[in-house]
């Protein structure tokens, strides 16, 4: 049975909410576009649809899925290029930031459902769901390019990617913004899961459920702290005592200089993210 977000109002242009018992499935499919993009239009109709599923009580888990070949490319440029004025830009940035802070808070275990490109923003809002699941076809893949750009990730991923996969992984990941295919992403911890293409969505509901159960009956979440405690002993190590991640920080900021002769801050500046994020809080 599929029904419209808000259970039976108008159906959103971006978002459509399908029940499958009590998950609810929020398809991402942006209108007259070939790939999801984030935009100020698609923020506020995610909000909206965490509304409609945080009220209803007969929601116990989400999915979030694409009905695109792709879960997310990144935030739509064009249209923050188009922004006249300064705060417009600092405003969705905010709005952004709060959309995805909540979406890791949220009171109902979401499972990020990814198959094709999770770039940028993509990523983002797949590492801010609390399970992620990918499919292991070649056409899967996951990356923070920004960097590439002269720019630095914009929701959280200098934040969370550390979290996920590490401080020297992540910034590995993001000073390079190279992608990461299925399995690598599997090996690492960015993802939980891999499956075939056509058994993703089954499986994404399957394990929002599992993952409503108690934390010490849930064998999901068990399995992936397990998966994360068998990371290499002497990383794990160094990550764990501030003398180790001051080590980690000084080479990759040595290594930045010898690669870009200190003609382009962003790298620099996502060093400084991680570190702020890391030691501060």
Partial sequence: ???????????????????????????????????????????????AALDSIEKDPGIRAAVLASRKDDFIVGADLEKVVMMKAPGEAASLSRSGHAILER??????????AIRGAA??????????????????????????????LGLLPAGGGTQRLPRVVGIRKALEIMLTGKSIHPRRARDIGLVDVLIHPHGLHEA??????????PA????????????????AVLERLLESVPPGRRLIYARARKKVLRQTGGNYPAPGQIIDCVEAGTEKG
């Fill in 1 to 47: 049975m599929r029904a419209a977000a808000g259970f039976g109002g108008d159906r959103m242009s971006c978002i459509e909410i399908e029940r499958r018992g009590p998950v609810a499935v929020l398809w991402l499919d942006e209108p007259g576009e070939k790939v999801n993009k984030i935009s100020p239009g698609l923020l506020d109709e995610f909000s």
């Fill in 103 to 112: 979406l890791e808070k949220f009171s109902k275990p979401v499972v990020a």
């Fill in 119 to 148: 770039l940028g923003g993509g990523l983002e809002v797949a590492l801010a769901c609390h399970y992620r699941i990918a499919s292991d076809d070649s056409g899967t893949v996951l990356a923070l390019p920004e960097v590439k």
């Fill in 204 to 213: 994404a509901v399957q394990a929002a459920m599992e993952l409503t159960a």
């Fill in 216 to 231: 010490g009956d849930s064998p999901l979440r068990e399995a992936r702290e397990k998966a994360r405690r068998k990371g």
